[in-house]
T-cell receptor, first 112, second 112 residues
């Protein structure tokens, strides 16, 4: 069953805590992306990666970090520097950087 | 950075009616894509139209592209309650190696 998975579905963060959102794909895609979506808003690009061991900042990278050690995995860490982390986080992948993107089901991050 | 902008922001129609939503963008593009998002879910790709194409069809969906006006439209014919969702356009900035930019979306509500 090919696809892209995100876990967990809901995540709670305490003050000053770093949390990591998981994103895995078995589509053999080179490119992967992280987006943030706030209520009633569009998608804002946090980070993207075109190839293993390489990634670029998107429009709102401050307070976030990523790694791309394996082709299948692109985890996102929301650091304590991100002061307003409550949002819906979407991961996506594509064969190439401007090709069709396939999205995961999302992770909703809430602050306690 | 805002490239595509959908219009209207919200649209309410009855089942069986047609729904038209528009996307305007600022710079030249290589391709434009439309996605659908059901509430609380990830996005699903609908159609990709390249800059040298004027119209594409997929089932009840028709997408047009007017590069002279820097605009695209998505027409859903004979709408169903299941079409209720948010619809986003995504464009590149005409430069190789840059990620897609999503608009803020049109929220479509189809009532039975």
């Amino acid at each position: 069953d090919g696809g892209i998975t995100q876990s967990p579905k809901y995540l709670f963060r305490k003050e000053g805590q770093n949390v990591t959102l998981s994103c895995e794909q078995n589509l053999n895609h080179d490119a992967m992306y992280w987006y943030r979506q706030d209520p009633g808003q569009g998608l804002r690009l946090i980070y993207y990666s075109q190839i293993v061991n390489d990634f670029q900042k998107g429009d709102i990278a401050e307070g976030y970090s990523v790694s791309r050690e394996k082709k299948e995995s692109f985890p996102l860490t929301v650091t304590s520097a991100q002061k307003n982390p409550t949002a819906f986080y979407l991961c996506a992948s594509s064969r190439g950087i401007q090709e069709t993107q396939y999205f995961g089901p999302g992770t909703r991050l809430l602050v306690l | 950075s805002q490239q595509g902008e959908e219009d209207p922001q919200a649209l309410s129609i009855q089942e069986g009616e047609n729904a038209t939503m528009n996307c305007s963008y600022k710079t030249s593009i290589n391709n434009l894509q439309w996605y659908r998002q059901n509430s609380g879910r990830g996005l699903v790709h609908l159609i990709l139209i390249r800059s040298n194409e004027r119209e594409k069809h997929s089932g009840r969906l028709r997408v047009t592209l007017d590069t002279s006006k820097k605009s695209s439209s998505l027409l859903i014919t004979a709408s169903r309650a299941a079409d209720t969702a948010s619809y986003f356009c995504a464009t590149d900035a005409g430069q190789a190696g840059t990620a897609l930019i999503f608009g803020k979306g049109t929220t479509l509500s189809v009532s039975s």
